[in-house]
Each structure stands twice: as structure tokens, then as C-alpha cells.
């Protein structure tokens, strides 16, 4: 029996995609996603793509649920993502948003049997009245984004006529900045001009995937809470500054902790997960699965004997060199 060399190429690479997972299974759910992502992208058959997929469902979280979303339009592995989304969905009614009950319902069709009648009755189960995590990135546009103007007690010093007027000049300068490429929100530019919601956030939850480009002279980023520095991103071989500490930490903090509680960064060029959680003026984050802050106070960093404002825009930094943020999802938290 002969075989084309396409056919033993897909077995070879399906022997390596089931090593990788082997290495990774005892890896925290959210790195073994991002491991299963990268298998994705090598993937050159339907059958390897849905052996991928259907994978991603023992991963079993929100963004595993919504990347398996995201093939419900792709017919050659279809069946398999819905089976994902909707198995995802049953262990996890929490998740209830407008993004998960899109999805279930675009599952629906490829559903059959027992898997399809659950699926349903999860939808009629689940209140249309909850919010819950928003993408506030398409993928394919900035809609939804800004240009950075000042700082928030600046801001709040200039007349409404004033702050659209530098608004204008902020975005003009964002979308030289700032770019979609193959789906990321990528800095491509040479300052450091933050790129901001439009919307503002009290309370929340977010979950981003980020990136640094290890070409960069000095890779640093981090993300802005109520436009306040910052949940820390780091190269962590950059000793010089002590980026060595990890990911994570409050890095404008002076008198309550700055340091993560660990070093979970995955390596320099590789993808990373933040889920950060602001409740007040305390933040918990996890870093790839991984809690690096526990319920620390984060200090006004524009003006220290102030608390932290109460609600304001959230902002993604970048440092000079180039990074890469995806999957960018926000649930407000309380009332």
C-alpha cells in the first residue's frame, strides 16, 4: 500500500500535535488553549482542525468556548465547534452573555440528538438580560477605540469643547499607532501613545491575550486600569530593569505591593493571558492561569492622595516596540 507524501506529512504532524498536548496536559487551561491555538494555525487538514477542536473543549473556559466560535462558519469543521461551544456552555451556564447565547444559537443547526435538545433547553434556561463578558475588540476594525488625551484629572479640567478637540488630534495620532493585522490590535509605532475604550468601566472583569515582539529593542507594554498605570508587561530577560520579578504586578505602586507573587510568563514571542479583576480600588490578577496579584490596592498614580477614580476609560500601552493584543473581552461587574 502507498501512501502520498501529503498523507504521511498530516501523520507526522498529528503524532507531534498529540505530543505537544501530552507535554501540556498537566499546563494550566488557559496555556494549553494558547498550545492548542498555535496547533491550529499548523494544522493543514479538516482532520487534524477538528481533532484540535475538539481538544479545545476540555479546555473548558469562556475564551476556549468563544475561539471555538469562531469555526461555526467554517464547513469543514463546523460540526466539531459546535459540538465544543455547546458542550462548553452546558458545564458553564456562568458564562451567560449576548456572545454565548449568539453562539449556542449559530450551533443549534450543526447539533444533533441529545447534544441538540440540551442545547436548547440551556437557551431557553438562560436569562437575555445578562450582559455579561463583551468583545471590545472585532478583530477587524478599531471601532470601539480612541486615541490617549492626557490623563484623567487633566481630562477632567477641560471643557467639553476642549476635550473634543483633542480628542480629534489624539485619534488622528492612534490610527498611525495603532493597526489590525490578521485579526490582532498590533502597535506599530515608535512612542508611546496608549489606545483607549471608548467606553468607561467601574467594576469588571477582562480577559486579553497579549504579546510582545521579541524583535523589539526594549519589549514592555501593560494595560491601564480607569486610566491608571498599570498592570505590568514585561520582557522578563530585561534585567537592567528588573523585569526579571514576572508579568502582572501593579508596577506604579509605592506603598502597597508592585511585584507579582510569581513569575508565569510564557516565553518572550509566545502568547500570554491576563484575566484581571477590579472590584473598588483592588485588583486580582491571573497571568496564564496563574494569580500573580491578590486583591491588591492599586494607588492613584497621577495624583497619590487621591484614591483610584471611580470609573474611567480602560488602556492598552505600548512602549516603543511592537505588541499584540486579541480576544479582548470586558464584563462590568455590580449594578
Not at 477538528?50 to 476556549?64: E, G, P, R, W
Request: with cysteine.
Amino acid at each position: 500500500m502507498s501512501y502520498s507524501m501529503n498523507t504521511v506529512r498530516s501523520a507526522i504532524l498529528a503524532v507531534a500535535l498529540m505530543l505537544t498536548l501530552c507535554v501540556s496536559a498537566a499546563d494550566t487551561p488557559e496555556n494549553r488553549l494558547i498550545t492548542l491555538r498555535n496547533n491550529m494555525e499548523r494544522s493543514d487538514s479538516p482532520l487534524l482542525r477538528s481533532h484540535v477542536l475538539a481538544q479545545v473543549a476540555d479546555v473548558d473556559n469562556f475564551q476556549a468556548m468563544m475561539y471555538a466560535a469562531a469555526y461555526l462558519s467554517d464547513k469543514a469543521v463546523a460540526r466539531t465547534a459546535a459540538h465544543t461551544v455547546a458542550a462548553i456552555a452546558a458545564r458553564h451556564p456562568e458564562y451567560n452573555s449576548q456572545a454565548m447565547r449568539d453562539a449556542l444559537t449559530r450551533a443549534l443547526p450543526l447539533l444533533k440528538g441529545k447534544d441538540k435538545k440540551q442545547a436548547k433547553a440551556l437557551l431557553r434556561s438562560l436569562p437575555t438580560d445578562v450582559e455579561g463578558f463583551v468583545s471590545i475588540f472585532n478583530g477587524r476594525d478599531l471601532t470601539g477605540w480612541k486615541g490617549l488625551v492626557q490623563n484623567p484629572i487633566a481630562r477632567r479640567k477641560m471643557t467639553s469643547e476642549q476635550l473634543a478637540s483633542a480628542q480629534v488630534k489624539a485619534d488622528e495620532q492612534m490610527r498611525k499607532d495603532w493597526k489590525v493585522e490578521d485579526g490582532l490590535l498590533a502597535y506599530v509605532g515608535t512612542g508611546f501613545d496608549n489606545i483607549c475604550t471608548v467606553e468607561q468601566y467601574a467594576d469588571f472583569e477582562m480577559i486579553v491575550d497579549w504579546k510582545l515582539d521579541p524583535s523589539g529593542t526594549e519589549p514592555d507594554a501593560g494595560i491601564y486600569l480607569r486610566g491608571t498605570p498599570q498592570v505590568q508587561i514585561w520582557d522578563i530577560a530585561r534585567l537592567n530593569v528588573g523585569a526579571q520579578v514576572g508579568s502582572g504586578g501593579l508596577y506604579n505602586n509605592t506603598r502597597h505591593r508592585s511585584t507579582p507573587l510569581c513569575v508565569a510568563d510564557n516565553r518572550l514571542g509566545e502568547w500570554n493571558t491576563f484575566l484581571i479583576r477590579m472590584v473598588g480600588d483592588r485588583v486580582s490578577v491571573w497571568l496564564n492561569g496563574t494569580q500573580v496579584v491578590d486583591n491588591v490596592v492599586m494607588e492613584n498614580y497621577w495624583d497619590r492622595s487621591q484614591p483610584i477614580f471611580d470609573c474611567d476609560q480602560i488602556e492598552l500601552q505600548a512602549h516603543g516596540s511592537k505588541v499584540y493584543y486579541r480576544d479582548i473581552y470586558v464584563r462590568r461587574l455590580g449594578k
